[in-house]
Every structure is written in structure tokens, then in C-alpha cells.
């Protein structure tokens, strides 16, 4: 296949033939118990059957054509908008052959003849020029290209419509981590991960809770509760983490005042931010998952509001929130507005030392 | 002696079902008829050990009637192998030999000449099986091994040694795995006398077909032996062990950095080679080409004991192609190899608080802003200012976990050098401390030649070398430390 082959104007020809290709679902779909919607989740690469051959020298020449776009790159993105440099790009590169060829990447290194020797992909050669194209030009984020992101120990299928979970969130499964360790109350009880998108937090909270712990994962989102659903079944927590769609609270009314621990990383970017976010950011994840209202903060304000009813006495909770901004002024608000009905209500940092999450407990 | 030479037999019969024919124990049992007296103190028959001959001395001992009782004998306590080494005290004083009083070190001090294998020659066999026994005694510090297990046995004797499990764990495994080895060696030297033994009695007994046999067994364990002195060669407390492989670009720019990725290449593709697995851990770039430094990680068993050969400063001479004038240059990249001493057995104990975790280069606000697929995590050792970086993984969680297992290996190792009281100065990456120990220089202008200065040993091909063709090297330096040690054993 010749570089040139592939052109802007091709891609339209192209993107029918990309679509046919990924209608893959689940073989273990049907198990779910009753999925709530009837969208049906897309499979990442790297769980797709390698149905697709190529010889080793046209991956090859793939490769270099998609080493020399991520090169041209420079540091254009990231000037712009704080988008990836080539360095991480090569690096996604990286990933995106682990992804996509069977034999890994050591096949690539073979020293035999590489226009004899023929690997398996998980993707035709055709996508793959495809979704490198769409990764340079359009700036379209490289976990729906693999359609999975790589969280704490986790692998989670993620695609258009679902928040790809950030780096920063995995620490809300650290602080709950630590705060079962030592309280067995809270670690067999019930907990809710509140707009959970991908199931991320979910997911991470099921793994750790004690052997009778329970944990709801809710989204406004159908998209986002099927792919939930579908994530919470690849770790066969299906009777650990149930997922519900409605708006923050309302999925958990029969359960007021019973749970030990909720946490949520609603949207909290300013409505005025949005316009300029990463590329990545801003033109490919919903807005459903980012637009927080005029200062950022309706969501989490709700979420204040309604959690001390929800909570049993010494129940924990965690938001992330924007930054220090956001974290202050939500500390100051349980204090005063909601006079001790919380207590040890505490900023944390992540790793970047920016002042992101609030915790607490409910008051007993 | 008596005794154990007829268990020999017995057991040499056991592993050999070839002899186990009628005629062999006709013969056999017709040597021993003249025999009369039974002895039941076998300690005592140990110590009689003073070259009295089963074939000289028939007379000696005992009927027919205890081959039976013999047989009835649990074989684990008296048989030759594992009597020696339930009592290694005592055989640490009594040299085992062959009926006619030849040991070991008798057969090294003949000088028998050594000729090929199959040259049916049986002496040229034990001369050569001798050999390598010394051999790996030596690799094995021998002397120095004995009085170990000795003293670890009077720990693990003491009352007390349970109060603290883990220590008491460490102590226990370690004489489990010290006294395998001595037994390993005490077994073939056994095994060599009763070869040899074999021999003497089927040529007195005109058996050639027993003599074949045992021939035979002795060619085979001249080349099983021979394996095991390469074993030896990686016999050090962690040689088993997986490890890290740091490269550090030395001053020269680009030049430098170049040939900091080229030792880095040459390692992957051995470590490739070996069957190791490789992961890159943590990669700094140049900003033209090459890296300014860099962490893989090698898995597999003994990737440590063979890659500590390569700890120190390489040296390149070339051309340089970053040199718009093409001229000579020299640059170094200074390797650190750390082993990986895996859970439970670290050295060193990290507090939490202790620690300070970064995003390494974040900028921005993060959070739903950003979608990056950069995670690199940058862990701070505050009180010793160690730093430990990893961004090769795909999520945050597992750079976090990589890069604390290389905070751990540096501060095991920095432990064990600071208890070995060699050196506690720290730097921030090992390998910046290697810059001074000049281990090899690889010369691609304007003759081509790698060349080992610790022990001399050179090849021509350089690229052979690059392509990480280099177990002759890391083998001629485990011998040469080994063996030239001039103490013997
Ligand atoms: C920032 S995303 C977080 C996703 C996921 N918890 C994570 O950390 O990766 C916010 C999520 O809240 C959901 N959401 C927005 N409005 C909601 C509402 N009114 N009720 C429930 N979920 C809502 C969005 O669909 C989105 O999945």
C-alpha cells in the first residue's frame, strides 16, 4: 500500500468501510441481565479476533508512514492547546500496534524476510491508516481509537459518548482504599459511584469492597450505562456493581440514609471553558460528561445538597472538582450551610499537586 | 567402608537396571562370601577410613544372609550420598575414597592426562570429572561456603531463632540453598569414587561388560559436570534473580546520547536472545537523537547474575555522524545493573511517608481538561533524595507500581552496599556512579575492536557485539573473578 494512497478526500470513501468492520459486540452481550438501553457497546481492538493478515513489510511501511505524521507534529498541539507532543504521540503509536497486532510488537523486529512474513491484525490495514489519520487530523482521542483506556489495574472499554476516565480520578479509589481498609462497616456496606460513565470508579470500588459490599454505579447516559454494564461484566462484577440510569440521586431513592460511602466525579468545567478545551477534549467527549453550568459548580452544589440524606451516619464521600477554587469553596459550604452534618471534610491533592478532591465523613 | 561399598552396589543397581541380571549378582554375592563379621557402628566404619581394601581384605566380614538384612536397612540413612551430608560436620573432616584409598584430591594430584571423551580411558574421564569438581568448588568459595552453612546451622539450632520469622525465614532459606549446592559437589565427588570403585571391581572380576558400563556412566558424568561449572560461575546471593539495566549518557551531547541507545539496544536484543522478558521502564530522550538515560527491566532466571558483568563505564570510539566535520570522537555511557530482589526479601523498608509522588511533566489545569495518554509518575525518596521515574506504562496506577519497584531495587541495592560498607554516597541514578570503573571499550574507527579491560578477552566483530552477542564477554569476566581468585578454594 502506497502512502499517498491514503488522501483527506479517501477517508469518506473509507469511513463505510471502517464502520463495517467494527460491528463486533461482546460474545457475552446477551448475559447482561436486562440492559437497560439497546445500545450495544463496541468491543476494544485488542479483544477483536485477528481476522485480518498483512505482510510484514506493508505494516512496516504503515508504521514509518505513521512514525513520520507523528513526527511532523512536532510541538504544534501542545503549543496550541496543551495537546500531545510526537513524543507521546510515537508512543501511542506504540500502543496502537500492541493493540492491533496479534504477535506484539517483537513481530515487527523479525529478522526474516518481511515481505514473506505475514502477521495477523485485529484491524485491516486500511482502518489502521484510518485511525492514525483520525488521530493526527482530527485530533480524535487515541482511547477511541483502541477503544479502551488503561485505569489503575484496569483495562475499560471506552468509545464516543463515554468520558475517557482521567489519570487523577484513580485516586478516589486510593482514598476508599484506605477508608475500608480500617472499617469493616463501610467496606461490607453499600456504596454509588454517581455519573460513572465508563464504570471506572465503580468498577475499582467493587474490587476492594469486603465480600457483602455493594456499590450502584448511575448515569444520565444511556450510552454511558451500557458501556458500564459491559465493563462491570468484563470483571464479572456483575453481582457486585449494578448499574442504573437516572439523574444523580433519583436511581438511588429506595436506598436513602443506608449508603456507607458515595463518591462522583460530575462535570465541573465552567460553561465559558468549553469553547476552549484540548481538541481532544472539547471537539470528541460529550458535553453531558464536562459542562458543570455558569461557574462550574451546579452539579457538585447538588450533589452537596442531597448527599447527607443519602448517607448513613459515618458514611464517606468524594468529589473531584475543578481545583482549588472549586475545593474551597465546596469545604466552606458543607461547614456552614449544612452545619454539622459532615465532619473531617478535607481538601486533597492529586499528583500534580493541584488541590482536586473533597472528602469527608457524614456526621454520626 | 565395607558396608558402604555394598550399598554402592546396591544403589549403583538401582539407578542402573541394566545390571541388574542375574550374573552381575552372582559375582558379586560370590566376593562377599568369605565375609563373616557384621559391623552395626557405621560411624565407627567411617572413621575407619584408612585405606583398607575391600579387595584386599575379604576375610574382613559377613555371610550371605545381610546382603538380605542389608537391603532391609532404610537406604536414606546409611547410603553413601545422603549419609555424608546429614553429617556434615563429620564429613567435613573425613574425606570420602574409594576402597583402595584414592580421594579427589588424589586423583587432581595425579595428573592423569585428560583426553578426549572418547578415548575410553578411564582415568583421562576421572582426571578430567576431578577437574571440574575443583573447579566448582572454587566458583563456589568453597572454604568460605562451609563455614557459612556451619554458622547458619548454630543459628538455626538456637531456641530463639523463631521469634523473628523473618529473619529466622531468611536464615533457613538461605542454609536450604547453601547446603544443596555443598551437597551438589559432595555428591559428585561421591559419585566419582564410586564410579571409579566400579571399575577396579568389575577388572578384578574380568566383568567387561560391567566395566563398559561403568565407563559409560563416568563419560556421562564428565558432561554433566561439566554444565555444572558454568552454573557455578552464578552462584552470588542474588544471581538468580530478575533485574534492571540503567543506561546513563556521559558528557558529549548528542554523540554521547547516541551511543547510550546503542549499549541500551545491545542489552534488549541479548536480553531478547536469552529469553529474558524485556519492558522499558523509563526513557529520557535526547533532544536530537539517542537517550540521556534509561531503565528496562530483564525477567527471567539469572538475568541478574549474567548482566552484573556489565556494570560500569563503556566506552565508544568512532566517527562521529552527529559531527558535521566527521571527526573521532570518544564518549561513555555508564551502566548500572540492579537485581530485583522480589517481595519479601527487599532490604530496605520504605515508609509511605517517606515518599513524595508526582505527575511527571503535567501542565494545565488536568482533570476533565485534559485527555492525555501521558501518565508518568515521578516517585522522591525524601530522606534520600532517590528518585525513581516511569512512564512507559498506560495508566497511572502502573507507572506508580513501576517506578516504586525501581525506588525499591536502588534502595536495596544502595542498603546491601551501605551493610557491605562499601560505599553509602548516593547520586540520583546508580549509573552516574559508574563513570569511573572503565569496563570496555568498543573501538568502530579506524580499526574495529571491542575489548574487556578487566580481563583482556577481545573480538573484532564490534557489530556482532552491538547486536548483543555478548555472553563470551560476560563469561570470560564471571571465570576470571572467580577462578583467578588465587586462595585456593
Ligand atoms: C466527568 S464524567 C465522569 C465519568 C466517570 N465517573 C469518570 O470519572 O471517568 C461525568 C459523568 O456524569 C454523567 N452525568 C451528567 N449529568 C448527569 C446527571 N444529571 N445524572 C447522572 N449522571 C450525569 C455524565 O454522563 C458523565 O458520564
Redesign the interface.
Known amino acids: 500500500m502506497k502512502v499517498s494512497f491514503i488522501r483527506p478526500s479517501l477517508s469518506s470513501i473509507f469511513k463505510p468501510i471502517l464502520f463495517q468492520t467494527l460491528p463486533n459486540r461482546p460474545v457475552n452481550f446477551s448475559k447482561i441481565s436486562s440492559p437497560p438501553t439497546s445500545l450495544k457497546p463496541q468491543t476494544p481492538l485488542f479483544l477483536k479476533p485477528a481476522n485480518y493478515r498483512a505482510t510484514l513489510s506493508d505494516l512496516k511501511k504503515w508504521q514509518l508512514w505513521a512514525k513520520n505524521l507523528a513526527t511532523s507534529v512536532g510541538t504544534k498541539f501542545l503549543d496550541s492547546d496543551?495537546g500531545?507532543d510526537s513524543?507521546?504521540l510515537l508512543?501511542?503509536l506504540g500502543?496502537l500496534i500492541q493493540d492491533a497486532v496479534l504477535e506484539g510488537p517483537?513481530s515487527l523486529s523479525s529478522e526474516n524476510n518481511p515481505s514473506e512474513v505475514v502477521v495477523s491484525l485485529r484491524a485491516c490495514l486500511v482502518d489502521l491508516y484510518l485511525l492514525w489519520k483520525q488521530r493526527i487530523e482530527e485530533r480524535r482521542?487515541?482511547?477511541y481509537l483502541v477503544g479502551c483506556?488503561?485505569?489503575?489495574?484496569?483495562v475499560l472499554s471506552v468509545e464516543e459518548g463515554i468520558?475517557?476516565p482521567?489519570?487523577?480520578t484513580?485516586l478516589i479509589v486510593d482514598f476508599v482504599s484506605d477508608v475500608v481498609k480500617e472499617n469493616e462497616v463501610l467496606r461490607e456496606g453499600l456504596w454509588a459511584d454517581l455519573g460513572t460513565g465508563s464504570g471506572a470508579i465503580a468498577i475499582g470500588i467493587g474490587r476492594i469492597l469486603g465480600s457483602c459490599g455493594r456499590a450502584i454505579a448511575t448515569d444520565l447516559s444511556p450510552i454511558a450505562v451500557s458501556v458500564a454494564s459491559y465493563n462491570v461484566q468484563r470483571y464479572s462484577l456483575q453481582d457486585k456493581v449494578q448499574v442504573k440510569q437516572g439523574s444523580w440521586f433519583e436511581p438511588l431513592k429506595e436506598d436513602e440514609g443506608k449508603f456507607a460511602g458515595i463518591v462522583s466525579?460530575p462535570?465541573?468545567?465552567p460553561s465559558e471553558?468549553i469553547g476552549g478545551?484540548?481538541a481532544?477534549?472539547g471537539k470528541h467527549?460529550p458535553k453531558l460528561?464536562?459542562d458543570g453550568g455558569a461557574t462550574g459548580m451546579n452539579d457538585l452544589l447538588h450533589l452537596c445538597n442531597g448527599i447527607a440524606s443519602m448517607l448513613r451516619p459515618g458514611g464517606f464521600f468524594a468529589f473531584?472538582?475543578?481545583?482549588e477554587k472549586q475545593s474551597k469553596f465546596l469545604v466552606d459550604y458543607m461547614e456552614n450551610e449544612s452545619k454539622g452534618s459532615f465532619f473531617d471534610v478535607k481538601v486533597a491533592s492529586?499528583?500534580?499537586?493541584?488541590k482536586?478532591f473533597v472528602t469527608g465523613y457524614r456526621a454520626t | 567402608m565395607m558396608i558402604s561399598l555394598l550399598l554402592k552396589k546396591s544403589s549403583f543397581l538401582q539407578r542402573n537396571p541394566l545390571f541388574s541380571k542375574p550374573q552381575f549378582c552372582f559375582s558379586l554375592l560370590s566376593s562377599l562370601t568369605q565375609s563373616h563379621k557384621f559391623s552395626t557402628s557405621i560411624q565407627n566404619d567411617s572413621n575407619l577410613n584408612s585405606g583398607i581394601s575391600f579387595l584386599d581384605k575379604k576375610n574382613n566380614w559377613f555371610s550371605l544372609f545381610s546382603l538380605k538384612r542389608l537391603e532391609k536397612i532404610p537406604s536414606g540413612i546409611f547410603c553413601g550420598v545422603n549419609f555424608y551430608s546429614s553429617q556434615s560436620h563429620a564429613a567435613a573432616a573425613v574425606e570420602p575414597s574409594t576402597s583402595d584409598g584414592l580421594t579427589v584430591e588424589g586423583i587432581l594430584a595425579n595428573n592423569w592426562t585428560i583426553l578426549d571423551e572418547d578415548e575410553s580411558d578411564w582415568k583421562s574421564h576421572a582426571s578430567s570429572i576431578a577437574q571440574s569438581i575443583h573447579l566448582i568448588k572454587k566458583r563456589l568459595k568453597w572454604k568460605k561456603l562451609l563455614v557459612r552453612v556451619k554458622m547458619l546451622s548454630v543459628q538455626l539450632d538456637k531456641p530463639d531463632l523463631w521469634d523473628d520469622p523473618v529473619q529466622a525465614g531468611k536464615i533457613s532459606r538461605e542454609h536450604g540453598i547453601l547446603t544443596g549446592k555443598m551437597n551438589e559437589v559432595k555428591k559428585f565427588e561421591q559419585e566419582l569414587l564410586e564410579h571409579i570403585d566400579m571399575i577396579k571391581l568389575s577388572r578384578e572380576e574380568n566383568d567387561t561388560e560391567l566395566e563398559l558400563e561403568a565407563v559409560k556412566a563416568l563419560i556421562q558424568m564428565r558432561r554433566s559436570v561439566k554444565e555444572k561449572e558454568l552454573e557455578a560461575l552464578l552462584a552470588g546471593e542474588h544471581d538468580s534473580c530478575s533485574c534492571f539495566i540503567e543506561v546513563q549518557a556521559g558528557a558529549g551531547g548528542t554523540e554521547s546520547m547516541d551511543w547510550a541507545s546503542m549499549v541500551m539496544q545491545m542489552y534488549k536484543k541479548w536480553a531478547?536472545r536469552r529469553g529474558y522478558g524485556v519492558a522499558v521502564v523509563d526513557e529520557m530522550?535526547g533532544e536530537i537523537a539517542g537517550i540521556k538515560r534509561a531503565t528496562i527491566r530483564v525477567d527471567g532466571e539469572y538475568a541478574f547474575g549474567y548482566a552484573k558483568a556489565e556494570d560500569g563505564a563503556h566506552r565508544l570510539v568512532r566517527c562521529s555522524p552527529f559531527d558535521s566535520a566527521n571527526r573521532r570522537h570518544t564518549s561513555f555511557s555508564a551502566v548500572a545493573v540492579i537485581p530485583i530482589l522480589g517481595e519479601g526479601f527487599s532490604r530496605y523498608q520504605i515508609k509511605e511517608s517517606d515518599l513524595r509522588?508526582?505527575?511527571f511533566r503535567?501542565?494545565?489545569?488536568?482533570?476533565?481538561?485534559?485527555?492525555?495518554?501521558?501518565?508518568a509518575?515521578r516517585i522522591t525518596h525524601i530522606p534520600t533524595g532517590i528518585t525513581a521515574t516511569c512512564?512507559?506504562?498506560?495508566?497511572?496506577?502502573?507507572n506508580k507500581a513501576s517506578a516504586m519497584a525501581v525506588l525499591q531495587s536502588r534502595l536495596d541495592k544502595l542498603e546491601m552496599a551501605r551493610q557491605a560498607q562499601m560505599n553509602a554516597q548516593h547520586t540520583q541514578s546508580l549509573a552516574e556512579n559508574s563513570f569511573g570503573n572503565q569496563i570496555r571499550s568498543y573501538v568502530l574507527h579506524p580499526y574495529r575492536m571491542v575489548k574487556d579491560h578487566r580481563t583482556d578477552y577481545e573480538v573484532s566483530d564490534a557489530d556482532s557485539v552491538l547486536e548483543g552477542n555478548i555472553d563470551d564477554f560476560i563469561l570470560s569476566y564471571l571465570s576470571a573473578s572467580l577462578d583467578n581468585d588465587e586462595d585456593e578454594l
Not at chain 2, 503535567?362 to 492525555?372: D, L
Open positions: 496543551n500531545p513524543a507521546l508512543r501511542e500502543w517483537t482521542p487515541f482511547q483506556e488503561h485505569w489503575r489495574d484496569l468520558l475517557i482521567r489519570p487523577e484513580e466525579n462535570p465541573y468545567i471553558d478545551l484540548q481532544e477534549v467527549e460528561a464536562l473531584e472538582t475543578n481545583g492529586d499528583f500534580a499537586g493541584i482536586r | 531478547q530522550p509522588i508526582e505527575r503535567s501542565g494545565g489545569s488536568g482533570g476533565q481538561h485534559a485527555n492525555t495518554t501521558d501518565s509518575v512512564q512507559n506504562e498506560r495508566s497511572q496506577h502502573s
